[in-house]
Structure formats: structure tokens, C-alpha cells
């Protein structure tokens, strides 16, 4: 982005202390030439150097204050109740989060006619036919799902100008928080555990930093409408467990391959899946960092060592 395109812009991150929106703080925390606002649920940030409030987005009456207050040219919304599992238990808490939460900010996004970014999930779909591209029609077939869905649809019966982006299974060097997957699989492997890991869930993992820089490229090309951000390979989860497995040098063994219904979760999860890119590839300049690349960037971050994490 050129330097003078973001003289006074004003961004809103909500849910700047998850994964994604840790990474978007750090990156846009040092943009000189921007004015961020970070909200999330916790009482603090997990960052000392960025303006912060906490924020329930399900209060209508604090959203409207949050945004009438910062006034944000763009508004990110990382922001969602993202347990698949519980999300078929706890109807009511994911649907206050993923659907009323977004209506609120949609509704306070345009009146103030501030660009909404929102970030949504492969899970709209069944995973019978993936990888899938934005113009495929979705059907959701878990909870959490549905109540994705409904989010996009809030938004785009809103009015405001949006930004819709859909990821999957997404990883990266986030600090705080509960461990990504490269992490846990890491984490268990270096401690001798055995995991099992599905052969049939079929998609490309995202890193967290591509989804950040796409984000990026949103705002700078002022870009609306749906677009799929995604790694480079679609694979099973089974294949990605074996790459990192061979990248840290670690035991292989102790990956046992299983299939999903062995599981027995809660929830269905969407099995031949996947997103494919052409279409911010095409209009955002967006290429996915192959995964050797990106695991030697989380091993530098992290300082992972065979000794140390």
C-alpha cells in the first residue's frame, strides 16, 4: 500500500485477541500512517501498544457506541464463536455471536458507511464436492455451519459495503491463545504422544499471515464482495500432519491415521472441502506461501527447536 493511501485511515479489528486478530494487530499496530481501535471480549489486549475496548458484540447498545465513538473507515471482524462441537449444544450462544453479533455490526457499519470485512468459513458447505469456489452454492450440514451462513447473509441484506472472506483451517505463529494445529501436532509429537489424525477431511490449510495480507490487499484495492483466501495445496489432514511431521524432524510413527466417524464428534464436518483461489489471485495479487516456507517462518517465530518452543 502506498504510503499516502493511508493517511487517516481509521480500522476497527474485532476480535484482535484471537489468532487472526492478534496477527492483524501486530501488523497494522505498526502502520504510521493509520489509526487502529482494537476490541474483543477479554477485559485487556494482549498487546500493551494499541488502543483497546472490551466489546460484547451481541450489545447492540456498546457497538453503536464503539463505532459511533472511533468512527472506523474499515471495520475487520474476526470475531466468532468457533467451536464446531459446542455449536450444536450451545444453539443460543453461537447464533448471539455468529449471526445477532454481526447484524449489530453490519447495522453500525452502515450507518456510518464503513467498509465491513467479515470472515467466514468453508464450513458453509457439506464437503461433498470441494474444493469449492464463490459462486458455489452453499448447504451448510452442522450448526455452526448454518450460523456462518446466516452471518453472510445478514451482511449482505444489510446494505453496507462489505467484503466477505472465507477461509479454512487456518495456522500460523499467533502467541497467545490456544495452540494452532502445526503447534499441537508439533507440541505432541516432540513429547512422545500418539495422535490420530483423519485421512478424510479434505482441504487447504491456510496460513495466517496470507489471510492478513489478503485482508490488506482488501483495503488497499477497496475490493467488496466474496472472495476465498486458501493454501496452495488441498490435501487431507492425515497428508499436512505427515509434512510437518517431515519438516521438524519428527516421529511419524505416532501419527495414526484414522477416519472421521471414528471420532464420533457432535458435529459433522464438511469432508471433500477446500476453497479455491483464482479469483484472489486474479484481483488481489494473492499468492499462498507454500507450507516448508511457512513452517520454517512459525519454527523462526516461535523459536521451535528441537529442544524448545
Not at 29 to 36: F, G, R, V
Not at 42 to 70: A, G, H, P, Q, W
Amino acid at each position: 500500500m502506498q504510503t499516502n493511501d493511508l493517511i487517516k485511515t481509521r480500522i476497527l479489528i474485532i476480535g484482535s485477541n484471537g489468532m487472526l486478530g492478534q496477527r492483524l494487530t501486530e501488523f497494522y499496530s505498526d502502520c504510521s500512517n493509520c489509526q487502529l481501535l482494537c476490541v474483543s471480549a477479554e477485559e485487556k489486549s494482549f498487546f500493551d501498544n494499541v488502543e483497546y475496548r472490551t466489546l460484547d458484540i451481541t450489545n447492540k447498545n456498546s457497538v453503536r457506541e464503539v463505532m459511533l465513538d472511533f468512527f472506523p473507515d474499515y471495520v475487520i471482524n474476526t470475531a466468532a464463536f468457533t467451536n464446531v462441537d459446542k455449536s450444536e449444544t450451545e444453539k443460543e450462544a453461537a447464533w448471539k455471536i455468529n449471526v445477532n453479533g454481526v447484524e449489530n455490526i453490519s447495522l453500525y457499519s452502515w450507518t456510518i458507511d464503513a467498509h465491513l470485512i467479515h470472515i467466514s468459513s468453508d464450513y458453509i458447505f457439506d464437503g461433498k464436492n470441494g474444493p469449492y469456489t464463490e459462486e458455489d452454492k452453499p448447504c451448510p450440514i452442522g450448526y455452526y455451519g448454518r450460523t456462518k451462513l446466516a452471518s453472510e447473509n445478514a451482511i449482505r441484506t444489510s446494505g453496507v459495503r462489505f467484503t466477505i472472506v472465507r477461509t479454512n483451517v487456518l495456522y500460523g505463529p499467533a502467541k497467545f491463545g490456544r495452540p494452532d494445529f502445526v503447534k499441537w501436532v508439533f507440541n505432541s509429537l516432540r513429547e512422545g504422544r500418539q495422535i490420530n489424525i483423519v485421512t478424510d477431511q479434505i482441504n487447504n490449510p491456510t496460513y495466517i499471515d496470507d489471510l492478513v495480507n489478503a485482508l490488506h490487499k482488501i483495503i488497499e484495492f477497496k475490493k467488496e464482495g466474496i472472495y476465498n483466501i486458501g493454501g496452495e495445496e488441498i490435501l487431507s489432514r492425515y497428508d499436512f500432519t505427515l509434512r510437518i511431521a517431515d519438516f521438524f524432524k519428527l516421529d511419524k510413527s505416532l501419527i495414526v491415521p484414522i477416519k472421521t466417524k471414528e471420532l464420533n464428534q457432535p458435529a459433522p464436518r464438511p469432508l471433500k472441502s477446500g476453497l479455491i483461489t483464482l479469483k484472489a489471485e486474479t484481483e488481489l495479487g494473492y499468492r499462498a506461501t507454500d507450507f516448508e516456507e511457512t513452517f520454517a517462518l512459525i519454527k523462526k517465530e516461535l523459536n521451535i527447536s528441537e529442544n524448545n518452543l
